[in-house]
C-alpha cells in the first residue's frame, strides 16, 4: 500500500514547499517565435483537465509560423480532443532563475521539521528546466543521524516543458530531510 507522507504545492496565498522563501508566479514567459526559455504556465496544465473536463493535448503548435513544440498553456487555454481552445485549470508555481555555477539549496518545509516516514520511500517531484545554459537539479536526502546523501540529480529535460521525475529511496528513520 501507498501512503502520503508530504505533499506541496504553491496555489495558496502564503503557500509555500520550502523553508526559504521562493518566487511564486502563474508564468515565467510569453509566446514568441523563440522556444521558451521559461515556463509558461503551471505544472496543471498537464496534471488537471481543463475546464471541459478533459486534458490538454501536448505538445501542439501554436502558430503555424512557430516550428517549435509547446507543452504549455498559451496565455490560460489549450487545445482538448473536443475544443481547440479550452480553459486551462490555473495554478501557481516556484521559481528560480539559474546560471551556470549557480548553486542554492531549499529544504522541504513540514510540520515537524522533517518526514515522518522509513524504510522504502517514493519521491514524485515536477520541473521546468530551460535549455540555455548548463544547470543541474540534485535531490538531497538527510537522515536524522546527520547521514547526507544524494537520491536524484537532474541535467536536463526530455523536452521543452514540465517533466515528471520518480526517484525511490530508503530512510533510516522517521525525520528525516529533503
Given at each position: 500500500?501507498?501512503?502520503?507522507?508530504?505533499?506541496?504545492?504553491?496555489?495558496?496565498?502564503?503557500?509555500?514547499?520550502?523553508?526559504?522563501?521562493?518566487?511564486m508566479t502563474?508564468?515565467?514567459?510569453?509566446?514568441?517565435?523563440?522556444?521558451?526559455?521559461?515556463?509558461?504556465?503551471?505544472?496543471?496544465?498537464?496534471?488537471?483537465?481543463?475546464?471541459?473536463?478533459?486534458?490538454?493535448?501536448?505538445?501542439?503548435?501554436?502558430?503555424?509560423?512557430?516550428?517549435?513544440?509547446m507543452y504549455?498553456?498559451?496565455?490560460?487555454?489549450?487545445?482538448?480532443?473536443?475544443?481547440?481552445?479550452?480553459?486551462?485549470?490555473?495554478?501557481?508555481?516556484?521559481?528560480?532563475?539559474?546560471?551556470?555555477?549557480?548553486?542554492?539549496?531549499?529544504?522541504?518545509?513540514?510540520?515537524?521539521?522533517?518526514?515522518?516516514?522509513?524504510?522504502?520511500?517514493c519521491l514524485?517531484?515536477?520541473?521546468?528546466?530551460?535549455?540555455?545554459?548548463?544547470?543541474?537539479?540534485?535531490?538531497?536526502?538527510?537522515?536524522?543521524?546527520?547521514?547526507?546523501?544524494?537520491?536524484?540529480?537532474?541535467?536536463?529535460?526530455?523536452?521543452?516543458?514540465?517533466?515528471?521525475?520518480?526517484?525511490?529511496?530508503?530512510?533510516?528513520?522517521?525525520?528525516?530531510?529533503?
Amino acid at each position: 500500500t501507498t501512503q502520503v507522507l508530504y505533499q506541496c504545492n504553491f496555489d495558496g496565498l502564503a503557500d509555500t514547499c520550502f523553508t526559504t522563501t521562493i518566487l511564486m508566479t502563474q508564468a515565467v514567459g510569453v509566446v514568441s517565435g523563440l522556444v521558451p526559455n521559461g515556463a509558461l504556465s503551471d505544472v496543471s496544465s498537464i496534471t488537471k483537465p481543463t475546464a471541459n473536463g478533459e486534458m490538454c493535448i501536448l505538445p501542439y503548435k501554436v502558430l503555424s509560423t512557430y516550428n517549435w513544440d509547446m507543452y504549455f498553456c498559451n496565455k490560460g487555454f489549450c487545445p482538448t480532443a473536443s475544443n481547440p481552445n479550452s480553459t486551462c485549470a490555473t495554478g501557481r508555481f516556484g521559481t528560480l532563475p539559474l546560471a551556470n555555477s549557480n548553486k542554492r539549496e531549499f529544504q522541504l518545509k513540514t510540520e515537524t521539521g522533517g518526514v515522518n516516514g522509513k524504510d522504502q520511500q517514493c519521491l514524485t517531484y515536477y520541473y521546468y528546466m530551460g535549455n540555455v545554459g548548463q544547470k543541474i537539479i540534485e535531490i538531497r536526502k538527510e537522515e536524522v543521524s546527520g547521514e547526507s546523501v544524494i537520491i536524484d540529480s537532474v541535467t536536463s529535460s526530455p523536452f521543452n516543458g514540465w517533466a515528471m521525475h520518480r526517484v525511490s529511496f530508503n530512510a533510516e528513520a522517521p525525520g528525516y530531510k529533503v
